[in-house]
């Protein structure tokens, strides 16, 4: 089965920007809440002494997010067809 490129990075991309706007919205209405998961996920690591979540910028974090996500299917569906044949 060969998948798509194109569709697998426009459907990375929207998954990447609903995460990404999900992210902001912990971060904005529930800062302790996205702080533990963070922590959870980085092992535990303290995160009291460099914890300062920023709201300004939202647009270019949101934007660079989604492209990665985007180039990051592309190159899944890619890779994948490659290893397909």
């Known amino acids: 089965m060969k998948l798509n490129e194109n569709a697998v990075a426009k459907t990375s991309g929207v998954l990447g920007a609903w995460f990404f706007l999900v992210c902001y919205l912990l971060v ?16 535990g690591v ?10 300004g910028n939202f647009l270019l974090g949101f934007a660079s997010f989604s492209a990665v996500s985007w180039v990051s299917g592309w190159l899944f569906a890619w890779i994948y067809n490659k290893f397909s044949k």
Do not use: C, G, R
């Not at 303290?46 to 709201?55: A, C, R």
């Open 46 to 55: 303290d995160l009291n002494l460099i914890w300062k979540p920023m709201t």
């Open 28 to 43: 904005f209405f529930m800062p302790e809440v996205y702080k533990a998961i963070v922590q959870s996920w980085m092992h």
